[in-house]
């Protein structure tokens, strides 16, 4: 399995890594195959994601995904942010091989759970 130049590059320099402290929501998903876990903190402003972070313990993919992801999303209002699919992420990403379609999923379900609790 080999991955692409710019999942690499988010591997080894993940954008938006950490915790945001008073994050106004967070998101936190598993996939019970794998074991992977996902957690991604936002701060809202004016409708708009002011920041975003995640902490995720995974594979080389979910971590290339969530710095992937955070960059995409950032500045972005709420409802752009709902539009970004796997398919985007892992397009900007330059492709992932079949066996970690779901590492991008993940991603995306991280977001969604986040911008549902906020909404909350
Ligand atoms: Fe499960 Fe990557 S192997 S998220």
Redo the contacts with the bound molecule.
Sequence with gaps: MSYSKKVLKHFKNPHNQGVIKNADAVGKVG?PT?G?VMKIYIKVKDNKIKNIKFETL??A??IAVSSALTDMVKGKTIEEALKVTKDKIVKDLGGLPPV?I??SM?GVEALHEAIKNYKK
């Design positions: 996939n794998c992977d995974g594979c993919a979910a970690k779901h590492c993940l």
